[in-house]
C-alpha cells in the first residue's frame, strides 16, 4: 500500500455518450427517477405502497399518522437522493432541484434536536433508539444519509442536506465508541461505515473516519454484542427470519480480520468489505487489507455467479459454501452485486490492479443491468440464471425467484441502488493519480479529469461490447507528462495500441497497458474477445457438465421466446463455430447462433412420469441474447448454462 491511492473523478466533469451504456444512464434521469418519485409518493397503480414522504412528514409534525413500511424504509429517500445528487452533476435540472430541496427541508424538519434522523423509532419506538441494533438498521440507514447528502453536495455545491448529515455522524461519534459511556456496538447492517467515509472525504472531519474503524474492529470481537441485546428485556424481533440469530448473519461471528471466507447476508458482506478496503488504506493496516484479498479471492474464486451475482441462497440472501451455485433458486440480488462492485473499485484504486475490474465489468454488465428493465420501470431484486415461470410459486423453495421484473417493493433496496449506480458510472470508468489517468471501462465519453494539480481532458469513443475498438484521446497533456493506463481485459487476445498508424510503446503491469506520454495523444486499443463457450470448476455441482456462451464482459442466455419451452432439453455443441448477428434488439445487440440438440418428447404419454424410452435427440439451432436483457419480451424460461454435447 505504499503507492497513493487513485481517485474516482469528478462526476460534474463527465459526459456520458455511449452507444451501449446511454440507454440505460439516461434512464436515471428520464425515468427512474420520476418513476420512484411517484412510487415514493404512493401514485403507481399496483405496486407496493412506500409511505416513506408520508413517514418523514410524521415526524416532521406536518402531518398525523402511523409510521408504514420496514424499519429501514428511510432508505428509499436516501438512495433517491443520491441519485438525484449524481444525476444533477450530470445533468442541470432546475425543477428537480428544487423537489430535492423541498424533501431536504422535510429531512431536515423531521430531524431531532440532538441530530437523530430515523422516522421509524421516531415515530414508533422513540423509548427504543439504539437498543435494536441487530435489526433495527438505525445505522444502516444513517449510512444512506450520509451517502445521499454526500452526492447532493458534490451535485449541487448545496450544504443544507450535508449539514444534516453531519449533525447525525456527531451524534453517531458521541454515542459509539471505545470510552467509557458510550455504546460498545456495531451495525446490525453494515452501511454506515462506508457513509461515514464518505463523510470524512468530503469534511476532513477525521472522527467520522475513527468510527468508521471503530465499527469494524470492534465487529465480532468478544461476546457477540446481538446475542446480548436480543436477551435484553423489551427486545423485540423484527424480522421472523433472523428468530434463531446467528452472527455468521452479519459477519459478526469472528473478528473480521480473522474471516477468510465470504459468510451470511451478501450485501451486509459487500458493504463492509468495501469500508475495511478503504480503512486499510487509511490507516495503512496490512493486516485489514489481507483480510479484504482473502475475502475477494474467496468470492471471485469459489462463490461468483458468471453474470457476476453472489450470494447464493435464496434463504437468509447469503453466501453459503464455496462451489455452491444454484442456478433456480439463487438470490444474487442486484444490490450485491453492486456491493461487490464498490469493493472491486475501492480494491482496485488501491492496489492499481485491473483484476478487480474483471469483475467490477462482470457485474456492472450483467446483473445490475439485468436488475432493471430496459424502460426503466420495473426491477428484480433476486437474479437467477435459469427461470421456469410456472415453478416460482408462492410458499415454495423458489417463491423469491420473480419470473418477470416487479414495478416496486416493499424493501424497495434494488431499484434505487440501480439508479445510483447508473448515475455514478463515471466513477468506474476512470480512475485518477497524482500523474496517472487510468481507464478501467470501455465507455464512450468526455471528461474533464483533476491530476494531482493539473486537468487533462479525455475522450473515449467506442461501440464496445459489440465491438472491440476503442479510440482514447487525451488532450493538455502536463508539460511534465504523465501516464496513461489502459486496462487489459481478462479475455482479450491480440491486444494492440496504435498510435499514428504505427504500435504504441507499453509495458503492462497488472493488467493494464502503461503508455508515458509527454504530449497529447490519441491512440486507439482494439483486441479480440468473439463469443465463446466457457464451463464452470467442476466443484460447482450445478454447472457440471453444462457451457455458458460469453463474448466479452456479456454473459448470455437463451430464453423461450426464441428457443420454445423447456430449455433443459437442450444440449449445445460446443465444437461448432458460434455465428454473430446484428440485432435491432433492444437498440441493438450481436445475437448468438448457437448450433446443438434437443431431447425429443415424442416417446412420452400424458401423465406418464418414467418409461424406458431411449433418449432422441435432433438437430436445432438455438440463440442467444445477453443476460442483461433477459425478461424484456415478455414472461418466459430462461437459462444461462445448458448442458454441453459431448
Ligand atoms: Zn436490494
Keep these: 500500500m505504499e503507492q497513493q491511492k487513485l481517485h474516482s473523478i469528478d462526476l460534474k466533469k463527465i459526459r456520458i455518450k455511449d452507444s451501449f451504456w446511454s440507454k440505460h444512464v439516461n434512464l436515471v434521469k428520464d425515468e427512474i427517477i420520476p418513476y420512484q418519485w411517484d412510487a415514493m409518493n404512493d401514485r403507481i397503480p399496483g405496486a407496493e405502497p412506500s409511505h416513506c414522504l408520508d413517514n418523514f412528514a410524521i415526524a416532521a409534525g406536518r402531518q398525523t399518522g402511523e409510521h408504514y413500511g420496514a424499519v429501514f424504509q428511510d432508505t428509499d429517500i436516501a438512495k433517491w437522493l443520491e441519485a438525484v445528487g449524481f444525476s444533477l452533476a450530470a445533468n442541470a435540472d432546475s425543477k428537480l432541484e428544487e423537489t430535492a430541496d423541498e ?25 427504543r433508539k439504539w437498543k435494536n441494533l441487530c435489526e433495527g438498521h438505525e445505522l444502516y440507514t444513517a449510512g444512506h444519509m450520509m451517502e445521499a447528502a454526500v452526492a447532493y453536495y458534490q451535485g449541487t455545491g448545496k450544504e443544507k442536506f450535508l449539514n444534516v448529515v453531519k449533525k447525525l455522524a456527531d451524534l453517531l461519534c458521541e454515542t459509539f465508541g471505545e470510552e467509557e459511556g458510550k455504546i460498545h456496538a456495531y451495525p446490525g447492517h453494515q452501511e454506515v461505515e462506508v457513509g461515514l467515509i464518505k463523510l470524512y472525504y468530503v ?44 452472527p455468521t448473519y452479519s459477519q459478526s461471528d469472528r473478528p473480521v480480520r480473522e474471516q477468510n471466507a465470504a459468510e451470511g447476508h451478501a450485501v451486509r458482506a459487500a458493504y463492509m468489505y468495501s469500508a475495511m478496503a478503504e480503512l486499510a488504506y487509511e490507516y495503512q493496516d ?48 442486484s444490490c450485491a452485486s453492486i456491493g461487490l462492485a464498490m469493493f472491486g473499485i475501492r480494491m482496485a484504486n488501491i492496489t492499481r490492479d485491473a483484476a478487480y475490474i474483471d469483475t467490477v465489468e462482470r457485474a456492472l454488465y450483467n446483473t445490475v443491468l439485468a436488475g432493471i428493465a430496459l424502460d426503466g420501470k420495473s426491477f428484480f431484486y433476486v437474479n437467477p440464471l435459469e427461470v421456469w415461470p410456472d415453478n416460482c410459486m408462492e410458499r415454495t423453495s423458489k417463491e423469491h425467484v420473480k419470473p418477470v421484473r416487479q414495478k416496486w ?9 440501480i439508479a445510483r449506480t447508473l448515475a455514478s458510472m463515471g466513477q468506474y470508468i476512470y480512475s485518477a493519480g497524482e500523474a496517472e489517468l487510468y481507464v478501467n471501462l470501455f465507455i464512450s465519453n468526455e471528461a474533464e479529469i483533476d491530476l494531482g494539480s493539473v486537468s487533462v481532458q479525455a475522450e473515449i469513443n467506442t461501440k464496445f461490447p459489440f465491438e472491440n475498438e476503442v479510440e482514447i484521446t487525451v488532450n493538455h497533456v502536463p508539460l511534465d507528462g504523465m501516464t496513461l493506463a489502459v486496462r487489459i481485459p481478462q479475455y482479450a487476445r491480440n491486444y494492440q495500441v496504435m498510435t499514428d498508424g504505427k504500435a504504441a510503446a507499453y509495458c503492462v503491469e497488472k493488467g493494464y497497458a502503461l503508455l508515458t506520454l509527454d504530449k497529447d495523444i490519441r491512440i486507439t486499443v482494439s483486441f479480440e474477445a468473439p463469443a465463446e463457450y466457457v464451463r464452470a470448476n467442476p466443484n460447482v455441482r450445478a454447472d457440471c457438465g453444462k457451457a455458458a456462451v460469453v463474448r466479452g464482459p456479456l454473459v448470455y442466455c437463451l430464453e423461450e421466446i426464441d428457443n420454445g419451452k423447456n430449455l433443459s432439453e437442450l444440449y449445445v455443441d460446443t465444437s461448432r463455430e458460434i455465428e454473430e448477428t446484428d440485432s435491432e434488439l433492444f437498440g441493438g445487440i450481436k445475437k448468438l447462433t448457437l448450433k446443438g440438440k434437443r431431447i425429443g418428447e415424442a416417446d412420452w404419454n400424458e401423465g406418464e412420469l418414467y418409461g424406458r424410452h431411449p433418449l432422441t435427440l435432433t438437430d ?13 419480451r415478455g414472461m418466459g424460461e430462461m437459462t444461462v448454462w445448458v448442458r454441453e454435447l459431448v
Excluded: H
Excluded at 436445432?620 to 425478461?631: E, F, G, K, R, S
Design 409 to 417: 417493493f416493499g424493501v424497495a433496496c434494488c431499484p434505487p441502488n
Design 286 to 333: 496490512q493486516e485489514l487489507m489481507d483480510a479484504c484479498v482473502r475475502l475477494w479471492n474467496n468470492i471471485v474464486g469459489k462463490q461468483m455467479y458468471i453474470t457476476g451475482g453472489i450470494g447464493a441462497s435464496g434463504i437468509l440472501e447469503r453466501f453459503t459454501t464455496d462451489y455452491d451455485l444454484p442456478n433456480d433458486c439463487n438470490y444474487s440480488e
Design 620 to 632: 436445432v439451432t438455438l440463440q442467444a441474447i445477453p443476460y442483461a436483457y433477459w425478461n424484456n
Design 103 to 127: 424533501v431536504i427541508d422535510l429531512i431536515a424538519e423531521a430531524q431531532q434536536d440532538d441530530g437523530y434522523l430515523d422516522t421509524y423509532f421516531i415515530i414508533k419506538e422513540p423509548n
Design 203 to 246: 469534511t476532513g472531519e477525521r472522527r467520522y473516519l475513527d468510527l468508521a474503524k471503530y465499527f469494524i474492529d470492534a465487529r465480532g470481537v468478544g461476546e457477540n454484542y446481538f446475542l446480548r441485546e436480543r436477551k435484553e428485556p423489551g427486545y423485540r424481533n423484527i424480522f421472523p427470519e433472523l428468530v434463531d440469530y446467528q
